[in-house]
């Protein structure tokens, strides 16, 4: 579960910080894991950003 006052902030937030959050959280929940092996790269699309961002992910 988000807190609220995380998600009213990121809400809140312009596109560019938007991205920056998603690709810090990214870069957190894949350092060191089996998925920096996997080349294959998908599509993650979130309905509060407006953008789509990418990473590395294992099937």
Known sequence: ????????YFLSS?????????NSL?????SGS????????KAVTCPHVK???YLQTVH
Do not use: C, G
């Open 1 to 8: 579960m988000i807190p609220s006052d995380f998600r009213d």
């Open 14 to 22: 312009s596109l560019i910080i938007q991205q920056d959050i998603v």
């Open 26 to 30: 990214l870069s957190l929940s894949t």
């Open 34 to 41: 089996h998925l920096e092996e996997d080349k294959e790269r």
């Open 51 to 53: 953008a789509n961002a």
